[in-house]
């Protein structure tokens, strides 16, 4: 038997950077909810793929986990406060579990929502209250720490602050949306300020919970974000410039905008919510960080919207699930904005919003009220593969995105995380 401390283990575990595989941040290592997996089950069991373990005590919560270097983080609340903790990937032993801030008390006692982001060493991560924090990934040990409120002029959301930061060379980015800063570059090492981007006019009273992404548009690298009710959805700098801003419904609906943004080139598809909708803009460049935003198809919200399950890119095509508390099925063509089929209603039983993700040739909806769905992605028609019903459920809202990585596929749901065996035998 051995006799090795718990926190040697997770020391040797994380002695490297993440791998090229793992899952170290929201939606996956370029936050479009696409796994790299390959030779996954292509259908089904009735009951769903085998469970390899299931860990419980984890704490309320809708926080999305995170997975590097045989390690599994991620958030809850328990015995009175938000925690982050950490998870041995092989059995889901837990590996340490420190406090980081009181319980934010919504209507729905969500817990925190944000995933912790993992680089070299370390682990970045925001309580619902607004706590920016770099912790040692070893130990959970603080490293230094950050406070939206008092630094930045935040204000806590109706839900409480879910963006989870993201990590880009040696800066990692924080969403405070604050009237003294909307996004902040922090020294990933130190905490020290790089810079920070204000947003024309402010982001307004929604405050926004989503998380900032880096792609290429229209050629030039850049940062996105839905902001806020006022804001909309912004293009800025890897220097924190403010570039473009698109802040018509569909970008800017109400209460809450969620959803990450697909980049295809030059073009950016946009939803929210509440009084939102969808559209397709384009972004045309008009001279050194000189863009000008065009729309091509917009629609109001009972005609297309996605609520907080995000949205994902197959080919020339998005997939996600229509609708406020709902995940109807939809395929939107990302060259003209135009709707290949559906909305359609929601199948094999999926109740509620659905968060979606994309690997091996599949696309798996995760259902609010606990029912997974595959789907084989097709423009011409919504194809069913298998569905299952995750077993304990909690019965609470359910909303944490899957995650599959090494062969796994992880799914939260509230104080538990269920492991499941997607992996195809090679007979």
């Avoid at 479009?32 to 704490?59: F, H, Q």
């Avoid at 900032?212 to 229209?218: D, N």
Wanted: aromatic fraction near 10%; hydrophobic fraction near 35%.
């Amino acid at each position: 038997m051995s006799t090795r401390h718990p926190l040697v283990a997770v020391a040797l575990l994380l002695a490297s950077t993440a791998l090229a595989d793992d899952w170290p941040t929201f939606r996956g290592p370029n936050r479009d909810g696409i796994s790299k997996e390959t030779g996954l089950l292509r259908e089904w069991p009735k009951d769903g793929p085998s469970k390899a373990w299931t860990a419980k005590n984890l704490g309320l919560g809708f926080a999305t986990p995170t997975v590097a270097n045989g390690v599994i983080f991620g958030m809850g609340t328990r015995e009175g406060k938000d925690l982050v903790w950490a998870l041995k990937e092989a059995d889901g032993t837990e590996l340490w579990a420190v406090p980081v801030d009181e319980p934010r008390k919504t209507n729905q006692n969500n817990g925190p929502s944000g995933s912790p982001t993992y680089d070299d060493g370390k682990l970045y991560t925001v309580t619902s209250n607004g706590k920016f924090y770099c912790l040692d990934a070893k130990t959970g040990k603080e490293l230094w720490k950050k406070d939206y409120l008092a630094d930045y002029g935040g204000k806590v959301p109706s839900w409480g602050y879910t963006d989870s930061p993201l990590v880009d060379g040696k800066n990692v980015l924080a969403v405070p949306l604050g009237a003294k800063a909307a996004v902040v570059a922090f020294d990933k090492k130190t905490g020290k300020e790089a810079w920070k981007t204000e947003v024309p006019g402010g982001v307004g009273g929604g405050g926004g919970y989503s998380s900032v992404m880096k792609a290429t548009v229209a050629g030039t690298p850049m940062y996105v974000l839905m902001t806020g009710d006022k804001g909309g959805v912004i293009g800025f700098g890897l220097d924190g410039k403010f570039l473009w801003q698109y802040n018509a419904k569909p970008a800017a609906g109400g209460v809450a905008q969620v959803p990450v943004p697909i980049v295809a080139g030059d073009k950016v598809w946009v939803s929210s919510s509440y009084g939102g909708g969808a559209a397709l803009i384009q972004i045309v460049p008009g001279g050194k960080d000189k863009f000008t935003v065009k729309e091509i198809k917009a629609y109001k919200k009972p005609e297309l919207n996605n609520h907080h399950g995000g949205m994902v890119q197959v080919g020339d095509y998005a997939y996600f699930g229509h609708d406020q508390n709902q995940g109807n099925p939809v395929c939107v063509d990302l060259k003209t904005g135009e709707i290949k089929w559906g909305p359609e209603k929601n199948p094999n039983g999926g109740n509620g919003s659905a968060a979606v993700l994309f690997a091996d040739g599949r696309l798996y909806f995760r259902y609010q009220n606990h029912v997974l769905v595959l789907i084989d992605p097709s423009p011409e028609a919504l194809k069913v593969v298998s569905a299952f019903k995750l077993p304990e459920p909690s019965g609470k809202e359910s909303w944490p995105h899957p995650v599959i990585v090494n062969g796994k596929m992880y799914i939260r749901d509230q104080d538990k995380l269920h492991c499941f065996n997607v992996k195809a035998d090679k007979n």
